[in-house]
């Protein structure tokens, strides 16, 4: 039992801290070193990255928590004494009397509901924050800092010697200083789906300074929101001293509970198209246009009043979407577009078969329409050609071709996994050297500008997007479909390991030291602790238990660390052998499998699950037709296609006119029922099941 004395002590510096903090961001702020606007590359991740006011005040009392931590562990309590029942409601019950920390939200969850909530909230019933925008991410492993502390970035490795630099890693293991090799089979369609799926799914804010501004890095005073990597001397790319501004990830201490430093999510956890409808109720408010979602008169998202892109034409603007990062890539703005498209042609589609419904049922109804497809082509499609068969089949990700899935698990918290954050960036050796614009399969677009473009000055800049009357997206999803992925592989392009944001005077960021360094700020684990918690031999001081990886990498790896244990997720993950039938290593399949399991088995709203959460039998049947090809065709204009659009048109997966791809029929959602039907189709039988769960969160609300 620690003394309450000691509690009010450490309550009170934190304080104290707080405000010392405050005046040094203001300070920082008026003498313009961190600044809101601008396009420096560490303004472009701040950017990427976010400004959220929610964001902001999660981290302010995360930064309280961990400071009352710290002190307790100073005043030479141990970690078990501080995070024991009686200290968590002991300082919960301070923090609370001094204004920090809110009482727990009371939800009030319709469990009848047919729809999502937009910000995921009751979701799962008897934990209505499990999955929901703006918390914290969940932890698969337990977080490992610098020892001795609660939130430190591990700078010490297991020997006792310190970890290399994540820029003499990234050098070493991921440059492509041999070229870059292109899947034999995989088209871009896996590249940009991956990000698509990965701006759905999380988005980690970092600290901020005054009113959100992008805190510097690289000045003479160190600060705590603060990890520089500082380029060691004689780098191929950068000159001697050069320092990359890296911000760390913003607090979040759950439930004002004493314990490691978290990181938030500020976007719902589930595959929900929080990326096309956002993740607030006041996101969706922007994007909304009565039954259809805003756009331009030329079928483009409509124009961020936001101005954070880089814009050098007249007309041209940057994107309104779902997810703030819209505009960091062209190829992505083209998926956001093609989904907003999707959503507005399923509405006129409704309209036909139902002329009577009003503008909420048609929205609604599209909306559950189109999350419902989307998750069918990324565990149909996308997911199909990542893993092997035998991880499909392991952690149960394959669809069904009939009748309902019982795979619902409410135990099961579909909140993303800090570590999966880290390993899912193996989407970034996808990342291509050149974006162009195709008008048709296999067929470069003529016109005044012409490609290739290199992807360097695509970067937060949407200008493909607007070329040839406005025709960008369509024509960057044209090309996608008929040019090929580079391959999953430890390399990364040079476009994004040695100029990703690159500003006029040549300064930029490697995402390869960015992804290394973000798991140390995290207190992600290494690689090895994943082995293990994949059933996978532990690592040990010996280099012969490398078990997984091949010579050559096992030797990049042995000139950058000291000791096995030590090497980094990202790069453990990305340089271990592929399994039979995949790409992708042992242990990196094994993390994707199981989020990708949670994702499906937490989401009480699954598409394969029953009403009301789910469709009729024979909606959800139609929904099984649909494919990443037919919904290409469905919006582009296409004459014809490959039958897989994840794989490059080829001899087994043949060209056809789009007329013969099996798509979804949306008059089978002409209802039969009278109006208002606000719960469309409950099933009789269900209603006991449903009467109970309500008697029983009436009672929990009454408590
Ligand atoms: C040109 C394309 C891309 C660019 C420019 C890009 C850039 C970035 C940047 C700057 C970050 C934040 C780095 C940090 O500060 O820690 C990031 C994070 C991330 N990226 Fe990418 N990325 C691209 C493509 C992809 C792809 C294809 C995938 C997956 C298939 C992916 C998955 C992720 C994930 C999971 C994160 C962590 C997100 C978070 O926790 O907020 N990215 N990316
Ligand atoms: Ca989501």
Known sequence: QIPS?????????????????????RQRFEDGTDRLTGGRPQDQLQKFHGRRPKSRDISIIGNQVLDVTQHLLHAGFTIDNVTSDSTVVAVQEALMFMGVCDLPIAYKCNPLSPYRTVDGSCNNLNNPEWGKSNVAQRRDLEPVYESGTVGDPRITGASGRPLPN??????????????????TSLSLHMFQMGQFLAHDIILTPTETGQYGATVSCCGEIERPECI??????????????????????????????????QQQNQITSYIDGSNVYGSTDEDLKALRDGEYLRKTKENNLPRNPDQGCDINHDGEFCHLAGDARVDVVPSLASYHTLFMMEHNRIVDALKKVNPDWNVEKLFQE??????????????????????????????????????????????????????????????????????????????????????????????????????????????????????????????LEDSARNRLFEDST????????????????????????????????????SWDSLVDHKPRETSLLRQVYNDPRDIDLFTGLLT?????????????????????????????????????????????????KTSLSAVLCANLGLKQIQIDAFKVPASNNLAVPCTVVPSIDLTKWKSTAP???SKPGINKSSLPEIMRQLALLDRKNKK
């Open 228 to 261: 520089p990597i500082k380029v060691p001397g004689g780098d191929p790319r950068f000159a001697d001293g050069t320092c990359f501004s890296v911000v760390r990830s913003a607090a979040a201490n759950p439930g004002c509970a004493p314990g490691f430093r």
């Open 675 to 677: 109006l208002p039907p």
């Open 576 to 624: 271990e052998k592929s399994i039979s039938g995949s790409a992708l290593g042992p242990t990196l399949s094994c993390i994707l499998g199981r989020e990708f399991q949670n994702l499906k088995e937490g989401d009480s709203y699954w598409y394969e699950r029953p009403e009301p959460q789910g469709f009729p039998k024979e909606q959800l049947n139609e929904i099984r």
């Open 366 to 491: 599209a909306r559950k329409i189109n999350i419902a497809q989307i998750q069918h082509i990324i565990y149909n499609g996308f997911l199909s050609a990542l893993l092997s068969r035998d991880i499909m089949a392991t952690y149960k990700l394959r669809s069904l071709n009939t009748g309902y899935s019982t795979s619902y698990d409410k135990t099961r918290d579909a909140t993303i996994a800090n570590g999966f954050g880290i390993a899912y960036r193996m989407g970034h050796t996808w990342i291509p050297t050149y974006m162009d614009l195709y008008s048709d399969l296999n067929t470069r677009q003529s016109g005044p500008e012409t490609g290739p473009f290199d992807v360097v000055d695509t970067f937060n800049n949407p200008h493909l997007t607007f070329l040839n009357q406005r025709t960008g997206c369509p024509a960057l999803l044209k090309w996608m479909t008929s040019q090929a992925s580079p391959a999953t592989d430890r390399v």
């Open 506 to 541: 040549g300064a930029s960021f490697d995402l390869a030291a960015l992804n290394i360094l973000r798991g140390r700020d995290h207190g992600v684990p290494p690689y090895g602790d994943y082995r293990v918690s994949c059933g996978l031999s532990a690592l040990t001081p």
């Open 166 to 183: 994540p820029r003499t890693i990234s050098n070493v293991v991921h440059s492509n200083i041999n070229g870059i090799t292109l899947n």
């Open 5 to 25: 004395s000691n509690i009010a002590d450490a309550v009170h510096i934190a304080g104290i801290n707080l405000g010392v903090k405050r005046e040094r961001n």
